[in-house]
């Protein structure tokens, strides 16, 4: 079947906007990841989802940033009043699981 | 805390011919994973290898190989037969067996020349 997607491939927005980032995983996969990539960086753990417990938002960097889970499939990241720090490339992943994560393409998140 | 290291910001290797990434760990655990993920310019991480800790044995897949190194918390990854197509940013991650994030270091570049 199709991987994970994410949507939009590229975000373009300004300092003190609000924005949305979706994830659609693989169908069937119960765990879902979202990571942060700065320039140059490594991958940086938000937010994990898996079935219907408790997320482990235990990686979000500050209240500006949620995510919710619908349905046990579709994920969406908020980021709320936006900071130029916040520009970055949003990854999602999913699992069945804790086994193998799939990765999504990625956000490219430009806070001007 | 888990760190992931990857003294290597860049690496090149002729066509054909062998490299070796290298990655150190630090935990206290005795039970988790060890991956390498390879990112090419599209973005799209792609798993390469997986290690478990437990598994004297070093994990390989086809041309992909790890030299695992418990006690010194070393995973290096050696590619053989390096091929264009091999050209992409290599992140070394670390996972818990019961944890939900996965630590990634800072990658590596990997070039390489025909």
């Known amino acids: 079947g199709a991987g994970v997607s994410q949507s939009p491939s590229n975000k373009v927005t300004e300092k003190g906007k609000d924005v949305e980032l979706r994830c659609d995983p693989i169908?069937?996969?119960?765990?879902l990841y979202w990571y942060r990539q700065s320039l140059g960086q490594g991958l940086e753990f938000l937010i994990y989802f898996q079935g219907n417990s408790a997320p482990d938002k235990s990686g979000l960097p500050s209240d500006r940033f949620s995510a919710e889970r619908t349905g046990g499939s579709v994920s969406t990241l908020t980021i709320q009043r936006t900071q130029q720090e916040d520009s970055a490339v949003y990854l999602c992943?999913?699992?069945?699981?804790?086994?193998?994560?799939?990765f999504g393409p990625g956000t490219r998140l430009t806070v001007l | 805390a888990q760190t992931v290291t990857q003294s290597q910001p860049e690496m090149s290797v002729q066509e054909a011919e062998t490299v070796t990434l290298s990655c150190t760990y630090d935990?206290?655990?005795?039970?988790?994973?060890l991956f390498w993920y390879k990112q090419p310019p599209s973005r799209q991480m792609i798993l390469v290898i997986r290690q478990e800790a437990y598994k004297q044995q070093n994990a390989t897949e086809n041309r992909f190989s790890v030299n695992f190194q418990k006690a010194a918390k070393s995973f290096s990854l050696k590619i053989s037969d390096s091929q264009l197509g091999d050209a992409a940013m290599y992140f070394c991650a670390y996972r818990r067996t019961r944890s939900n994030d996965m630590r990634f270091g800072a990658g590596t570049r990997l070039t390489v020349k025909p």
């Open positions: 935990t206290s655990e005795s039970d988790y994973y």
């Open positions: 992943a999913s699992s069945l699981g804790r086994r193998e994560q799939f």
């Open positions: 169908s069937g996969h119960t765990a």
